[in-house]
Nanobody, 114 residues
Framework: QANLVESGGGLVQAGGSLRLSCSAS????????MAWYRQAPGKERELVAT??????NFADSVKGRFTMSRDKLYKTVYLQMNGLKPEDTAVYYC?????????WGQGTQVTVSA
């Protein structure tokens, strides 16, 4: 069975850092192309960052503060979040596609206190 699992969320003070992980299980699931989204309470889910093959892209709101890396097997992607702000508080999800279908993780909560 193919699924994604996020981890690494938590509570941090403004200016702090967290590293989120997105792990893919199942032999058919790859994180060669994937995306991070987040959803704050009462807001729509928004795109945070993408891996398009070897290229990465970040939303303007996190550019310069967030970076990504992954393992050589494309099974785990890390989202390094530095300089966190209270407005970064959200549930963070990773997503990829398999057979034309979106595969989402369950999300991990990130809370940034002022």
């Amino acid at each position: 069975q193919a699924n994604l699992v996020e981890s690494g969320g938590g509570l941090v003070q403004a200016g702090g850092s967290l590293r989120l992980s997105c792990s893919a299980s199942g032999s058919r699931l790859s994180l060669f192309v994937m995306a991070w989204y987040r959803q704050a309470p009462g807001k729509e889910r928004e795109l945070v960052a993408t891996y398009g093959g070897k290229d990465t892209n970040f939303a303007d709101s996190v550019k310069g503060r967030f970076t990504m890396s992954r393992d050589k097997l494309y099974k785990t992607v890390y989202l390094q979040m530095n300089g966190l702000k209270p407005e970064d508080t959200a549930v963070y999800y990773c997503k990829t596609r398999l057979g034309g279908v979106d595969v989402w993780g369950q999300g991990t909560q990130v809370t940034v206190s002022a």
